[in-house]
């Protein structure tokens, strides 16, 4: 079973109008919310991180979800849940990498650590929504643009690096250290008065793409000429894949107003479903269901 079907059975179990985005939107109480865990051997290997580093990754990739919402990141709490071979200076380095990645005077002000057979990680994030018009994956409009943050796929390469026992910071760090774009969410959550779709691109570009195409029933056409991707990852084999179905470069994708001044431009947003990718002059037509089946599948 793939992650997208679980949600889709507890939306609709719940009959909940919060469910479907990056980000819970509050509304009445001026706040986004989200939550995301890392669980070891799924999400990371102690081999390849330490605990510096895995502090720091699960603060940002709460960051980035409170960050594709255009609000202002606030508070956090950290759970943390782990096996007995686990000592003090682990703890104190996972906490010392949660604290590098509060950059912009977010808190961490509670949480909770239990005792279990592996690393389990729980962060959840409190972001503020005053003065910002907060995003939704189902406002892409017809004739918006499609940009981008920043590089795609160092990721996906980084990670195949460690899997082989090799190193080069230009994909390792990324990997292991990623970087949310709150200033690209907060500009656009500031400037832009319409409604507009944005998320990030932590389970791949194309993810992105097909899941606000879906959300917003539109078709999103993106040249894959256009997409900003390390030079030196094309040393790496099929990697047009790794740019457009790699994951966890928490990046963010946006479809706004033509006549917003942001982003990198990759594409438009145009009458249809799905996703139109121009790529090597061919166009290449992928349905919601045919990016799922090629997305990292976390039951698996």
Not at 124 to 131: D, Q, R, S, V
Not at 152 to 176: E, M, R, V, W
Not at 239 to 255: K, R
Request: charged share 25%; hydrophobic share 35%.
């Amino acid at each position: 079973m793939q992650e997208k079907e679980l949600i889709s059975i507890i939306k609709s179990s719940l009959s909940s109008e919060y469910i479907g985005d990056d980000c819970a939107y509050l509304k009445e109480l001026g706040i986004v919310i989200t939550q995301d865990s890392l669980v070891e051997d799924i999400h990371f290997k102690r081999e390849y991180i330490t605990p510096f580093q895995l502090g720091y990754k699960s603060v940002m990739v709460n960051l980035s979800d409170i960050a594709s919402s255009g609000a202002k990141p606030a508070y956090l709490t950290v759970s943390l849940s782990l096996p007995k071979d686990i000592n003090k200076n682990f703890v104190e380095e996972f906490y010392k990498g949660c604290k590098s990645a509060l950059k912009n005077g977010e808190q961490i002000v509670g949480g909770d650590i239990t005792g279990s057979d592996k690393i389990y990680i729980s962060i959840c994030a409190i972001g503020k929504t005053a003065e910002r018009n907060i995003s939704s994956r189902k406002n892409a409009r017809i004739g918006y643009k499609v940009i981008v943050s920043g590089n795609h796929g160092s990721s996906a390469a980084g990670l195949k690096l460690l899997q082989q026992n090799k190193k080069n910071d230009n994909f390792t760090i990324p990997h292991l250290m990623p970087e949310a774009q709150i200033e690209f969410g907060s500009k656009i959550a500031q400037q832009i008065k319409e409604p507009y779709a944005m998320m990030d691109t932590s389970d791949g570009l194309m993810d992105a793409l097909a899941t606000i195409a879906k959300e917003s029933g539109v078709c999103l056409e993106v040249d894959f000429d256009k997409i900003p991707h390390d030079k030196n990852i094309e040393k790496f084999e099929n990697w047009q894949d790794l740019v457009l179905f790699g994951g966890e470069d928490y990046q963010l994708l946006a479809c706004v107003p033509c006549d917003y001044n942001g982003g990198i431009h990759i594409g438009t947003v145009k009458d249809g479903s799905g996703v139109d990718l121009n790529i090597n002059n061919k166009l290449f037509h992928y349905t919601y269901t045919d990016v799922v089946k090629k997305e990292f599948n976390h039951f698996k």
